[in-house]
């Protein structure tokens, strides 16, 4: 076989058969870079957990974290990781890849919603204007990162887990309508 031949059955330097097309290896230099959004975060919860194996246990972080941007825009991430750094990077982009949007009602929502997700239950009721967020825990922290200022919810379930009550808060937000 000779030198041409074997040129053509090589990849090429960008990883590709042939073609002269970019690399992806990242942007090129006149591509304009995508506006990041800017959202808020908050670390809901972090913990440790332990995976029993043959030779010991192995240690590792969960962490949940939620991101929003205080305007119908917000999102629950979970990931874990070796170390809480990890953790908490890989639980933001998975949070950025879950974001919806809601529909604000002034500073409200329009209707009243319930959700369950496991074995949280969640209702969550409009305010008035200036009447203030009435509620705790995870569903607090949800409801003002989506940007939800008066209203008030409360946990029917009897799981007092903040991961599966900040998902069921997620659920109900989904269902809201107009």
Do not use: Y
Not at 60 to 70: D, E, H, Q
Not at 153 to 159: E, S
């Amino acid at each position: 076989m000779n030198n041409q031949q074997s040129q053509q059955n090589r990849p090429s330097a960008g990883g590709f058969r042939g073609g002269n097309r970019p690399s992806s290896r990242g942007p090129r230099s006149n591509a304009p870079m995508a506006p990041k959004r800017e959202l808020d975060e908050k670390t809901l919860d972090l913990r440790r957990v332990t995976r029993v194996v043959k030779g010991g246990k192995r240690f590792s972080f969960r962490c949940t974290l939620i991101v929003g941007n205080k305007k119908g825009l917000v999102g629950v991430g979970v990931a874990k990781g070796i170390d809480v750094a990890q953790a908490i990077d890989k639980a933001r982009h998975d949070a950025m890849k879950q974001t919806f949007a809601i529909k604000l009602h002034q500073t409200s929502i329009a209707h009243e919603v319930e959700a369950k997700f496991s074995a949280a239950r969640v209702l969550i009721k409009p305010g008035k204007k200036g009447s203030g967020l009435k509620a705790g825990g995870a569903v607090r922290s949800v409801l003002l990162m989506a940007g939800i200022q008066d209203a008030s919810a409360k946990c029917l379930g009897r799981t007092k887990n903040k991961l599966t009550n900040a998902l069921a808060t997620l659920e109900a937000l989904k269902k809201l309508t107009a």
